[in-house]
């Protein structure tokens, strides 16, 4: 089972966080900031996924954003990596070329893609264009 | 003018709220971290008091404005009840932000969810999609079994849309109520096969994760099913024969995600069942060979295909593709296969040992690789993969690797090698040799209770001492600051300080053990430090009392000690005196006198305790300080005085329904585990004081508390028989040092006499309560009640708290008396213990003693916590003595 997906940026700022479990307010930030450290003390050759208290965490890197995906022990690691990837080439079709301040000034939009994929902490669907229709929907609406 | 036109008038004055954009862009132009804080609190004030004014028309952009603030972490849990506004709001947009709203600030924790209920459920029968989708993603992130009950009705009605779109959120959501209410899962077991018949990949995937689920939940549904399998087989199938298709092709893989979740369930339904696996043997194969590897989403579907067939009863020919496709997982350049590869075999390791074990070496390769995560996989494996045949070398690798691991490690590995080498070593100095080359290599990152095993193991291997203690002062003289070390260390020198000083060294097993193994893993670190050191160890060490003396000094004053190797370090000065020439006993004294002064009270004590041995008692000293007698191992295994408890005890429990079961398991309490009491191992326990103070403890077990008012009423009473037998029973503990038994028995009958009396006279209005059991949050305490017609019966009141944040359910405690005694159970007022110390469960004991003896009670209780059962049980000894008369 997914538990949580973060983007976080080098220093450590939340670009977006989903918990799939219930966590207290002041155990989240750190948690991200003991996430990223971990993830930044890594050499780049080095696996993307480590252990964290009870969690796994799977990890990539796009440019200055690390996609975090925490998932607990019955979920497949590199199948968590490749939905990763899947999540960043759907945002990317949705806003071509993004980066950074697109996904900050977007961040409801964000919510509601991944919503689109991934519930109560599965992954609900996978082709990108079904992800997309609702939001592309409702932008053409205003 | 009137004051509501002014309102009204800098109302409309009052500027828009800004949008969420500028928000952002505000907080990205602080500077610091304060200036920060500040606009958020402004615009968080601002937006509080829109909320309090009901303005509808910013909500919305308000409550986005609450959200990323929340996300930043600052406390915004005002904004749910404007997030329930927002939900019941006719708009799309409103209800899209209240609902995103809901999932981010609420969760089945707060009350506040199930005011949702209604807008959900209305919405739920909107007949727009995106409104039903938006209302079943939000039930299931924060449905609670109430709100399960309340709304499974309706998630059943949607699984049997025709709409895909809101089919597979409906399925994800009966995922969610079956794991909150197993009950509900009846509801949703005859929409399954058609779910999974579906063509659309999103319902596929969500119902086989809803099946998943369910067998989880339920081994009826289990088996249920089991016939599912030819189903599972056929989606499969389609998936990897099918062509091309662009809406789910991942690099060339048609829809992994879906694989893998297909995989998984088959893991799930197969295992255990031959009939199930061989209907998927053959898909299997296909998957395993079919497979490109080339790809990360390959490797995913075939690192779970491995998986699913180590676990299942599959065919010999298909584990050994399983196990060739992790050899090549092994050897795989990128570090994520290969972390991959060493999970799958550490969860395999129990199916197939010899398969494993076939990797081996390039498993302990592994161990030199950079990265944490696959260090932490490898180590764990190595130690999985230990037996008897391979212990020498996998050992001998692992302490290359704690040689150079990071802390982190170093202390799960050295606890683990030495649990290895209790359950595989091949011989005790092989043994020896390792634990103190773990020792050294550890150092302070060894577990403290290794120290006592490994006292314990030198203490029962007479042969080996003289080595031992010769090894180890030449590894503690080499360095002083390792704790474990030193301590073990010291506890030897103290017991076989002459053997050093003597230089004897007894070969009798092979020195080829110690010359293959120490020279290459011990010399080349000390080499470098102590030149003269001689790894052949053929010559006998000089070493004069001096020298050690010098080495426990040294030990006493370093900064480095920690308070418990002082207390080593001065214990084994204590014994030397005695195992020393007269000549060091007044370095000894020297050493050892100024401690009394010391601000540690153990440390003190043992210093006073020495100066009056050599005082008063010089001629006992001698005998006391004797060398220890083997150390028995406390193995409940090894103890067997069943017959002696089986004469003094009989289970005598009524209570809750005692099926064959529970009654055997009350027997085992009573067989294992030794009923009298335990000698002591401990050094110190030797010496006169600490019999003092044992004795102390035993006076501790009668009633020294009674308010001091009713002391002068003492009257001469007949011999209080009850008591004293307590107090000999407790004096088998003493048995080792019959010396000063003599000196304290006078004592001790003095004592008892006096305080016979004292307790008997006060004992009958009121016995005071005892805390019979208090571990991990659970406290029992017994309260007692005279019964008033019959004097030998008591009444014992038990009450259960429960002092931690999770209840404990279905408790249980059941009690066995020895047979001078008759007990009876009432049946408990319950059998949850609510958290907190927020309830009680409280329970009558009936005891009656006809014959006057003193009350054992032995008891056993079990409970479950968090989803784990806990039991433990144990002997209550410490009955007031006045509780019969």
Redesign the interface.
């Known amino acids: 089972m997914i538990k949580f997906v973060l983007i976080l940026t080098k220093q450590g700022q939340?670009r977006?966080?989903?918990y799939?479990m219930?966590i207290e307010?002041t155990e989240?930030?750190t948690l991200e900031a003991d996430v990223i450290r971990r993830i930044l003390a890594?050499?780049p050759?080095?696996?993307?996924?480590?252990?964290y208290e009870d969690y796994k965490i799977v990890y990539r890197r796009y440019l200055a954003l690390y996609f975090i995906i925490g998932i607990d022990d019955?979920e497949?690691?590199?199948?968590t990596?490749?939905?990763i990837h899947?999540i960043v080439e759907t945002i990317d079709k949705y806003i071509p070329k993004v980066t950074d301040l697109d996904l900050?000034?977007n961040?409801?939009k964000m919510?509601?893609i991944l919503?689109e994929m991934i519930?109560?902490g599965?992954?609900?669907?996978?082709?990108k264009?079904?992800i997309l229709a609702?939001i592309q929907?409702?932008d053409s609406?205003r | 003018m009137s004051v509501l036109q002014a309102l009204e008038e800098k109302l409309s004055k009052m500027p828009a709220p800004i949008r969420?954009?500028d928000l952002?862009r505000n907080i990205?132009a602080a500077r610091t971290a304060a200036d920060e804080r500040s606009v958020v609190q402004k615009e968080l004030a601002q937006i509080r008091d829109l909320f309090r004014d009901e303005d509808s028309v910013y909500r919305c952009r308000n409550v986005?404005k609450v959200?990323?603030i929340?996300?930043?972490?600052y406390?915004a849990?005002f904004g749910q009840l404007e997030c329930l506004k927002l939900i019941a709001s006719p708009r799309?947009?409103d209800k899209?932000?209240g609902y995103?709203g809901a999932?981010?600030l609420l969760?089945?924790?707060h009350d506040v969810h199930l005011l949702m209920t209604n807008s959900m459920k209305n919405d739920m029968n909107h007949n727009t999609q995106?409104v039903v989708?938006l209302s079943?993603?939000c039930l299931?992130?924060i449905c609670s079994p109430e709100m399960s009950r309340d709304l499974a009705g309706e998630v059943e009605k949607l699984l049997k849309t025709s709409n895909a779109?809101i089919k597979?959120?409906a399925a994800?959501?009966a995922?969610?109520i079956t794991r909150k209410v197993p009950e509900l899962m009846e509801m949703f077991i005859p929409s399954v096969r058609s779910l999974l018949n579906d063509k659309n990949?999103?319902v596929q995937?969500?119902a086989v994760?809803l099946v998943h689920e369910m067998c989880e939940r339920s081994p009826d549904t289990l088996l249920h099913f089991r016939k599912l399998v030819p189903n599972l087989v056929r989606i499969l199938k389609n998936l990897i024969m099918s062509g091309y298709s662009p809406?789910?092709d991942?690099s060339g893989v048609s829809?992994?995600?879906?694989q893998?979740k297909v995989l998984?369930l088959l893991r799930v339904l197969g295992r255990k069942d031959p009939d199930a696996s061989e209907a998927m043997n053959d898909i299997l194969a296909q998957v395993a060979t079919n497979t490109e590897t080339s790809k990360?989403?390959g490797?995913?579907?075939l690192?779970?295909t491995v998986l699913t067939i180590m676990d299942i009863n599959s065919e010999s020919g298909l584990r050994v593709l399983a196990v060739n496709i992790l050899g090549r997982f092994l050897l795989n350049n990128d570090?994520?296969?290969?972390?991959?590869a060493l999970?799958t075999l550490l969860k395999t390791v129990q199916a197939d040992m010899n398969a494993v074990q076939r990797h081996r070496s390039t498993i302990l390769d592994c161990l030199k690789d950079?990265?944490?995560?696959?260090k932490?996989r490898s180590v764990e494996l190595c130690f999985a993969l230990i037996n008897a045949s391979n212990v020498r070398t996998m050992v001998k690798e692992l302490i290359f690797f704690l040689d150079k691991a990071d802390p982190e490690f170093k202390s799960y590995t050295s606890s683990n090698i030495f649990t290895a080498c209790d359950r595989y070593s091949p011989n005790k100095r092989w043994h020896i040799d390792t634990m103190m080359r773990v020792l050294t290599a550890a150092g302070n990152y060894v577990p403290d209770d290794s120290v006592s095993s490994l006292i314990q193991m030198i203490s029962e291997t007479g042969s080996l001492q003289a080595y031992i203690v010769q090894q180890l002062y030449k590894a503690l003289k080499d360095d002083i600051s390792q704790q474990p070390l030193a301590q073990v260390s010291l506890w030897c020198i103290g017991e076989f300080g002459d053997m050093l000083v003597a230089g004897v060294v007894d070969e009798e097993e092979p020195i080829q053990v110690r010359t293959y193994y120490l020279p290459a893993l011990h010399v080349d670190s000390l080499k470098t430090k102590t030149p003269n050191y001689d790894p052949g160890m053929t010559e006998p060490l000089q070493v004069s009392e001096d020298d050690i003396l010098d080495l426990g000094e040294s030990l006493m004053n370093a900064t480095s000690s920690s308070q418990v190797t002082k207390e080593y370090a001065l214990l084994a000065m204590v014994k030397l005196s005695a195992r020393f020439s007269p000549q060091s006993l007044e370095r000894i004294k020297k050493i050892v006198i100024p401690y009394s002064q010391s601000m540690d009270m153990e440390l003190q004590q043992r210093s006073v305790e020495f100066g009056a041995l050599i005082n008063t008692y010089n001629h006992m000293r001698a005998g006391l300080l004797e060398r220890m007698p083997p150390m028995e191992k406390k193995d409940t295994d090894k103890v067997n005085n069943g017959e002696l408890t089986d004469e003094q005890l009989e289970s005598r429990e009524i209570s809750i329904p005692s099926t064959q079961n529970e009654s055997k398991g009350l027997l085992d309490i009573l067989g294992d585990g030794d009923f009298t009491a335990p000698v002591n191992n401990q050094p110190n326990k030797s010496e006169p004081m600490s019999s003092g103070g044992e004795l102390l403890d035993l006076l501790g077990g009668l009633d020294l508390s009674a308010p001091p008012t009713v002391a002068p009423t003492i009257q001469p009473m007949g011999a209080p028989l009850n008591s004293v037998p307590n107090l000999m029973d407790g004096l088998d503990a003493l048995q080792p040092m019959t010396t000063t038994t003599t000196a304290t028995m006078n004592l001790m009958n003095q004592n008892t006499d006096l305080l016979g009396g004292l307790t008997n006279n006060i004992g009958a209005p009121s016995i005071p309560p005892i805390m019979a059991v208090d571990k991990d949050g659970l406290k029992v305490e017994f309260n007692f009640e005279k019964e008033g017609s019959a004097p030998h019966v008591v009444n014992i009141t038990l009450k259960a708290t429960n002092s931690t944040t999770n209840p404990f359910s279905s408790f249980i405690f059941q009690a066995a008396v020895p047979k001078t005694f008759q007990l009876q159970l009432m049946s408990p007022s319950g059998d949850l213990v609510p958290p907190n110390n927020s309830g009680a469960i409280t329970q009558l004991i009936k005891v009656a003693n006809p014959q006057n003896a003193n009350l054992r009670m032995r008891y056993k209780f079990s409970y479950s916590t968090g989803g784990s059962t806990v039991s433990d049980q144990g002997e209550v000894n410490t009955f007031p003595a006045n509780m019969f008369t």
């Open positions: 939340t977006l966080s989903h799939y219930p307010l989240r930030p890594r050499a050759g080095q696996c993307s996924f480590l252990d019955d497949n690691e590199v199948a990596l490749e939905l899947l900050m000034y961040v409801e919510h509601m919503d519930m109560n599965r992954v609900v669907e996978t082709c264009n079904k609702p929907l409702m609406q | 969420l954009k952002i990205r986005a959200l990323y929340h996300m930043l972490g406390a849990h799309f947009t899209r932000i995103l999932t981010l969760d089945e924790r995106y989708g079943l993603s299931g992130s779109y597979k959120k994800l959501c995922v969610r990949h999103g995937l969500t994760c809406e789910h991942v829809d992994p995600f879906l893998v998984q990360n989403v490797n995913a579907i690192y779970e570090k994520n296969i290969r972390y991959v999970n950079s990265d944490i995560s696959i932490k």
